[in-house]
């Protein structure tokens, strides 16, 4: 009786603990999109703020690629002041010179539309340091009407959401912008790796304890064992490849969960099959062995004629 009134006090505890722990799991989840919405949306202003007569940019990162080392950025200049007419346009000719791989200066023309201009600047990193990889990116921006360098403030926001980028200001030059670029892996793209690899990792000790199961207790070839590691040998490779950001062959994540789940898995089931049908030729021949056995003993009792 009081066995039984201990297992129903049991259940309710098991109930709540399970949903204290999705409502912690959920409201980690939601801070940790919180957090990365937080940081992609924000922007900060910098260099000649404080002038009225002054060019804005608009500094959009729009993807970062570390397999061509590059980064693709449109730039928007609007002028403020005595620098913009009636209209909100240049009232004069002016010329956005760039750090991008292009050297040619991007040409605006007085009074016209003005649009983004897209360009390409070169990132430095490793991008076999995949999922802890980062680059940096030096920008550097100049707007001149005729010989004169115009005021020039500039605000940065990035769109690539597999990346956190932040800015850094280079130089205290009124007129002018030099900075650098930091990008490192959105907390979003991290954490996926990360449980990609804690997951890999676990699948090669799921595979190791059935095989120890088997070969401990010397139960043969045990086919439903041997099918789960198989398929777990090539699920890994779809699994690997599923982590943001297309990491090459021989990045951090391999040499710490991926390369070393294949080989306990391939060890596990390889072994498995070894033993297992050594185990199971040495029951055969035992079974043979107990079946003729019988018989030598008849004919040796039999009467010799």
């Known amino acids: 009786m009081q066995h039984g009134i201990k297992q129903k006090r049991r259940g309710p505890l098991w109930v709540v603990a399970i949903a204290a722990a999705l409502i912690v799991g959920l409201a980690l989840a939601l801070s940790t999109y919180e957090v990365g919405r937080t940081r992609s949306e924000t922007s900060h202003a910098f260099g000649n703020t404080g002038a009225k007569d002054r060019v804005d940019l608009g500094i959009w990162v729009g993807k970062i690629d570390p397999v061509t080392q590059t980064a693709t950025i449109e730039v928007l200049p ?106 490192g892996r959105s907390i979003p793209s991290l954490v996926f790796a990360v449980f990609i690899m804690v997951l890999m990792l676990g699948l090669a000790l799921a595979a190791a304890i059935a095989c120890y199961y088997v070969l401990s207790g010397r139960r043969g070839l045990m086919f439903p064992a041997v099918s789960m590691m198989g398929a777990l040998l090539f699920a890994l490779v779809p699994l690997r490849n599923a982590v943001p950001g297309g990491a090459p062959i021989g990045s951090i994540i391999d040499f710490t969960s991926f390369f070393i789940a294949e080989g306990i898995i391939s060890a596990a089931l390889v072994g498995t099959v070894v033993v297992g049908y050594r185990v199971e030729m040495a029951k055969e021949r035992a079974e043979q062995a107990a079946t003729q056995h019988p018989t030598d003993q008849f004919r040796m009792l039999a009467p010799q004629r």
């Open 78 to 183: 609007t002028p403020h002041g005595a620098l913009a007419d009636k209209n909100g346009r240049f009232a004069a000719d002016a010329l956005l010179y760039t750090s991008a791989l292009k050297a040619d200066p991007i040409k605006i023309k007085a009074g016209e539309p003005i649009s983004a201009s897209e360009v390409k600047v070169v990132v430095e990193g490793t991008l076999t340091d995949y999922p802890f990889d980062s680059y940096d990116a030096v920008l550097a921006f100049d707007i001149y009407n005729g010989d004169k360098r115009l005021p020039t403030a500039a605000t940065v926001a990035s769109g690539d959401t597999l990346f956190s980028v932040n800015e850094r200001p280079e130089s205290s030059d009124d007129n002018g912008i030099d900075l650098t670029l930091h990008a």
